[in-house]
Nanobody
Framework: VQLQAFGGGLVQPGGSLRLSCAAS????????MGWYRQAPGKQRELVAA???????NYADSVKGRFTISRDITENTVYLQMNSLKAEDTAVYYC?????????WGEGTQVTVSS
């Protein structure tokens, strides 16, 4: 599975960004897709994930601010990020899981700064 992420950039605190992740195969054939992030000097962490049946889960730090969604016709998963904070600054990675396999897209930088 190839994953291509779009949508990172520089935004002011309190602003919004939407990340997109396009998959090279039907996303309903995947067990789950999600977004992870890695800030400098920190471990990569789960931000949000969506399962095959549409169930979602979020890191506590983004609940109420971020929303993961998908378009199965476009084989794309989105991460809508609102009320961004400086601590959301990181490289964001798209992730897909199927069976024992895990796939990663190239990261996209999100910088929250005034």
């Amino acid at each position: 599975v190839q994953l291509q992420a779009f949508g990172g950039g520089l935004v002011q605190p309190g602003g919004s960004l939407r990340l997109s992740c396009a998959a090279s195969r039907r996303i309903l054939t995947l067990n789950a897709m999600g977004w992870y992030r890695q800030a400098p000097g920190k471990q990569r962490e789960l931000v949000a994930a969506i399962g095959k049946k549409g169930s979602t889960n979020y890191a506590d730090s983004v609940k109420g601010r971020f929303t993961i969604s998908r378009d199965i016709t476009e084989n794309t998963v989105y991460l809508q990020m609102n009320s961004l904070k400086a601590e959301d600054t990181a490289v964001y990675y798209c992730n897909a899981q199927t069976g024992p396999y895990t796939y990663w897209g190239e990261g996209t930088q999100v910088t929250v700064s005034s």
